[in-house]
């Protein structure tokens, strides 16, 4: 298999363990190039871990995470790769990514190209790879700017950009909306949305399942380390779903023409 060429991702009876304390057990999942998975579940359900997982900060206590090309029937077992080759598969932008206050927005968007050079070059602010992904996002304006100067919407955008320099076959945000105002957030998943329709696959967590509902192509849900469901988003976040999950009574209403959650507390018994 042509590694360069894996068209899909996925983790097979995946299983994850601290010591006695069971975070992920028998994950089942496959990931798309060119769609969006969105991962969705109460805190300390398992998302993150499950990214740390893909990307290959942590390895699996057993089960397997694999890329390959479903076509040629080819499958590589991700932790058989080196850490530079899976650097070259996928990307992580994560909930509270490094600062970076000391360095420019260009300096930082180059950082995503050290995968691609040897361990003699230095970063180029400059260069076209650098320049597409800036653009990509909308912050080729602030290459010069400091990193420090940016709005925490403008400092996400920089993170996904410096992933997309990284030219990775799988793009994973971690909370990307966190902390973000309306408009940021929107503009965000618009830019997932474009990254995805690139052909890009795109594993994203996220808490609103409204957001979830408007930019995934699918959703998995996640709770106490088990798949509880899995499939498009209108289908599978189903009111008795949500409620067993979240604990909350839940409807799906048409809000200017998109999905919109409206959600209450349980009455007390």
């Known amino acids: 298999m042509t590694r360069s060429h894996a068209q899909h991702m996925g983790t097979l009876a995946l299983h994850y363990a601290i010591n006695s304390t069971t975070i992920l057990t ?3 999942l496959t990931i798309n190039k060119g769609k969006v998975l ?5 805190n300390g359900s398992g998302k993150t871990t499950l ?13 397997r995470i694999v890329i390959g090309d479903a076509a040629a ?11 530079l080759q899976r650097a070259r598969i996928h990307a992580l932008v994560e909930q509270n990514a490094h600062p970076h206050d000391d360095l420019t927005v260009g300096e930082v968007i180059a950082l995503g190209r050290l995968p691609h050079q040897n361990r003699f070059s230095g970063i180029d602010p400059h260069s076209p790879a650098v320049i597409e992904a800036a653009s990509r996002v909308g912050v080729e304006e602030f290459l010069h700017r400091s990193f420090a100067s940016l709005s925490g919407g403008e400092r996400q955008r920089v993170h996904v950009a410096r992933a997309l320099a990284q030219a990775p076959q799988f793009l994973l945000l ?7 105002d309306i408009a ?20 994203v967590t996220l808490h609103d399942l409204g957001l979830a509902a408007r930019v995934c192509d699918d959703v998995v849900v ?28 839940a409807q799906w209403v048409e809000a200017l ?4 959650l409206v959600v209450g507390t349980k009455p007390a018994v």
Not at 257 to 260: A, H, I, S, V
Request: aromatic share 2%; net charge negative; no cysteine.
């Open 222 to 249: 996640v709770d106490q380390g088990h798949v509880v469901g899995i499939g498009p988003p209108l289908e599978t976040l189903t009111p008795p779903l949500i409620e067993q999950v979240w604990g909350v009574e």
């Open 184 to 203: 940021a957030q929107l503009e965000l998943l618009t830019i997932i949305s474009q990254v995805a329709r690139n052909g890009t696959g795109v594993v």
């Open 38 to 42: 969105g991962v969705v579940g109460p």
């Open 26 to 28: 028998d994950l089942e």
């Open 73 to 83: 029937k080819e499958w590589v077992d991700t932790h058989q790769l080196s850490g």
């Open 257 to 260: 023409g998109k999905p919109t």
């Open 51 to 63: 990214l740390r997982l893909l990307i290959g900060s942590l390895k699996p206590s057993s089960g």
């Open 174 to 180: 971690d909370e990307p909306t966190n902390h973000l």
